[in-house]
């Protein structure tokens, strides 16, 4: 930890990172190639590395855990953070495109550690595209919940396959979600909230959950409390677009 | 050095060199051959060239034909490629029937086992479905819209395939992905069940073949790739079964020991119906960070016998093409696998007079086993001795006889024209620096 004291990236007074040393632009491509190492499968993620508490090491069996919920584009964390003592016995990992998002989240998690001693031990973040490579992280039917929270909205038309929720990638996630296993996303972009609802709708893995069930869904409502973007919607007093759909077994 | 290597492949890109692509009729009635836009089918029946008839447009294609398929009962034959066009063709009246427009260059074709849907991949990663329900053979289809089905998110599809039950579909990508998809009945409403990825590449996957046998009437997926292995999956579970290292094993990293300034890669596959054989081409890959070029001699084609009880593959015979380079660029066999066609040949050359190569080989023996020896009794056939003779080379090739030089010049050609088919825009990390110099989201450095 005397390195972090060195560190003028992280906070004296909090010991947490300061986000203004991590600027970053809000838009990455997803289109283009990737220069980051992917794991060739799921079998060749290093749970050791993400999750080093749980996962000694040095030691090569024991722990047959595997990572529950997803939370692609986790930007700075916060659903993450909250995620994680709410669920503290769920293994969770954050996918963010931009890096030094990433190096935030990264630094935010092990900051977290530190200051409370055995949590924050199922949480973790990586680097990746993840409209590329949810299956070389996932097998099929691993995970339980999946979250979409405040998407690049990508207005044009030209863009609109740039989104990460789009027919042909919900494929990709009914394939890594268990059948009953949940997907929530939320935007505050009306016409994206739209969109991401029809496509869900016209998916024949996805049904929408009903209210009651919205209402006994103790995530549904850190959709909107707890990640930074939904926070700064709340400040300004502006609406939010929710749909959260469950993973059916598709009827032939 | 890298840098020279790196334009010399970006000034190749730009002409569009196509590397030459072979298809024969399930029941050996014909056999085509396409290189460049130029198409080419000869009549193995009547031992006559075919002369094809399309009403929509002269010539067929206007680009490089970058697939051409049979259906599984040979009544339609399907060409596609960088004009954006997929031609089905009747094959009694070699009339083409139905042309589809692609939104994008299209790179790889499938038929379905029952001859009812037509699925092709875009350079988007994008497959599309067309139905051919209520196709009669003499009539013209008016205009049908194709419709997107599945997709590998921006990743070029190399090769699609479905298995031989009919059940799925499977695509496979540069990103080293192959994706198993259940094939369902209403193909128009979307394919969005995925069976199985099947993960393990660590580079481009070139090319995919189902194998099955009495036994396992399911059977497996067969894939190569440019990381020169040949490997074998599960289908239902997409689990890796065996990987054969090909080059290894056939003894081409030994023989010269600069493995590490060459690669071998697997660029076609041709399953050996009614066997357990799979045919395997390979290519040399001088990748341009290398910037060496390597001359050494490969084999024609590797016969890999794929073990079904023991779930392995290895390398059942070698079959090297003596006094040619001949290094295939497409396989083809008939449903009774009597003979192994191969075509090596690109559309252009460079820096010679001739304007496209094409040279046609066919091997025999495939499913004749020595009694003594075990071992598999091939033989490469003379010019005379392939079946439809002389004419079929004059029509296929475009002469009867080509001249050695010519063919040494084009095996560059080839290896150029595989390379950008299958391998991504390679960038220093100088140049891609240099290319994102306007982001500010660079990793900051501890």
Redesign the interface.
């Known amino acids: 930890m005397l390195k972090n004291e060195a560190n003028p990236n992280i906070s004296k007074t909090t010991r947490l990172p300061r986000k203004r040393f991590y600027r970053a632009r809000a838009h990455s491509n997803p289109l283009s190639d990737s220069h980051f190492p992917v794991p060739i499968s799921p079998s060749h993620v290093d749970y050791s590395l993400c999750y080093p508490q749980l996962f000694p090491p040095s030691k090569q069996v024991g722990n047959s855990k595997k990572i529950q919920f997803a939370d692609i584009g986790c930007g700075f964390g916060g659903l993450l953070i909250s995620l994680s003592t709410l669920f503290p016995e769920t293994l969770m990992i954050g996918m963010e495109l931009r890096d030094k998002v990433t190096e935030y989240v990264k630094e935010r998690i092990l900051a977290l550690r530190v200051a409370n001693p055995g949590q924050y031990n199922n949480v973790s973040v990586v680097r990746t595209n993840s409209m590329k490579y949810i299956p070389n992280y996932f097998e099929k039917g691993q995970l339980s919940k999946m979250f979409f929270l405040f998407p690049d909205p990508h207005f044009k038309e030209k863009n609109h396959r740039r989104r990460v929720i789009s027919p042909h990638l919900l494929d990709e996630y009914a394939y890594a979600l268990r059948v009953g296993g949940i997907m929530y996303t939320i935007t505050d972009v009306e016409e994206l909230g739209e969109w991401m609802k029809a496509c869900l709708e016209g998916h024949p893995m996805f049904k929408a959950l009903t209210d009651e069930e919205l209402e006994a869904d103790l995530v549904v409502k850190l959709l909107s409390t707890a990640t930074e973007e939904g926070q700064k919607v709340a400040r300004n007093g502006g609406q939010t677009f929710r749909a959260v759909y469950r993973r059916i077994v598709p009827t032939i | 050095m890298e840098e020279t290597a790196m334009e010399d492949g970006d000034h190749s890109r730009d002409r569009e060199v196509a590397p030459a692509l072979i298809a024969i009729h399930p029941t050996q009635e014909s056999v085509a051959v396409a290189v460049g836009s130029d198409l080419r089918v000869f009549d193995l029946q009547n031992g006559c060239p075919i002369s094809l008839v399309d009403d929509s447009s002269e010539p067929f294609h206007l680009d490089s034909i970058r697939v051409i398929r049979y259906g599984a009962k040979g009544k339609l034959l399907v060409t596609a490629g960088d004009d954006k066009l997929v031609k089905i063709w009747n094959t009694d009246a070699w009339r083409c029937i139905y042309t589809v427009s692609s939104e994008k260059r299209v790179s790889a074709v499938a038929i379905s086992n029952d001859g009812l849907f037509v699925c092709f991949a875009d350079k988007?990663g994008?497959v599309w479905v067309v139905g051919l329900n209520g196709l009669h053979e003499t009539q013209t289809l008016s205009s049908k819209k194709a419709v997107?089905i599945?997709?590998h998110?921006?990743?070029i599809i190399t090769s699609l395939e479905f298995s031989t039950d009919g059940r799925f579909i499977a695509s496979a990508d540069r990103?080293?992905?192959i994706?198993v998809?259940v094939f369902?009945?209403k193909p128009l409403?979307?394919?969005?069940?995925?069976q199985?990825?099947c993960?393990?590449h660590?580079e481009y996957v070139s090319c995919l073949a189902f194998v099955c046998a009495l036994e396992y009437p399911e059977g497996f997926l067969v894939s190569g790739s440019g990381d020169s292995t040949v490997r074998l999956w599960h289908i239902a579970s997409?689990s890796l079964l065996d990987t054969c290292e090909v080059s290894a094993e056939a003894g081409l990293v030994e023989s010269n020991g600069k493995e590490d300034e060459c690669c071998f890669a697997i660029t076609d596959l041709c399953a050996i119906p009614s066997s357990s054989l799979v045919a395997v081409a390979i290519q040399g890959q001088n990748y341009p960070d290398v910037g060496v070029l390597c001359h050494y001699r490969l084999p024609g084609v590797v016969l890999l016998s794929c073990n079904l009880s023991d779930k392995t593959l290895s390398i059942s015979k070698v079959i090297s093409i003596d006094r040619e380079a001949f290094i295939p660029t497409s396989l083809g066999t008939s449903s009774s696998a009597e003979f192994l066609w191969m075509v090596t040949g690109v559309s252009n050359l460079q820096g010679s007079d001739s304007t496209s190569l094409t040279r046609v080989k066919a091997i025999s023996g495939l499913t004749k086993i020595n009694p003594d020896s075990g071992e598999l009794e091939t033989t490469v056939l003379e010019d005379g001795d392939v079946p439809g003779g002389m004419q079929l080379l004059e029509k296929l090739q475009g002469s009867a006889s080509i001249k050695e030089e010519v063919f040494l010049a084009a095996a560059e050609s080839v290896k150029i024209a595989m390379r950008n088919l299958l391998i991504?825009k390679q960038y220093s990390v100088e140049r891609?620096d240099f290319r994102k110099r306007g982001?500010?989201?660079?990793?900051?450095k501890h």
């Open positions: 988007f994008v997107p599945l997709a998110y921006c990743s990103d080293f992905k994706r998809t369902p009945k409403d979307g394919a969005h069940e995925i199985s990825f993960l393990g660590t997409g991504k891609r982001r500010n989201d660079r990793k900051i």
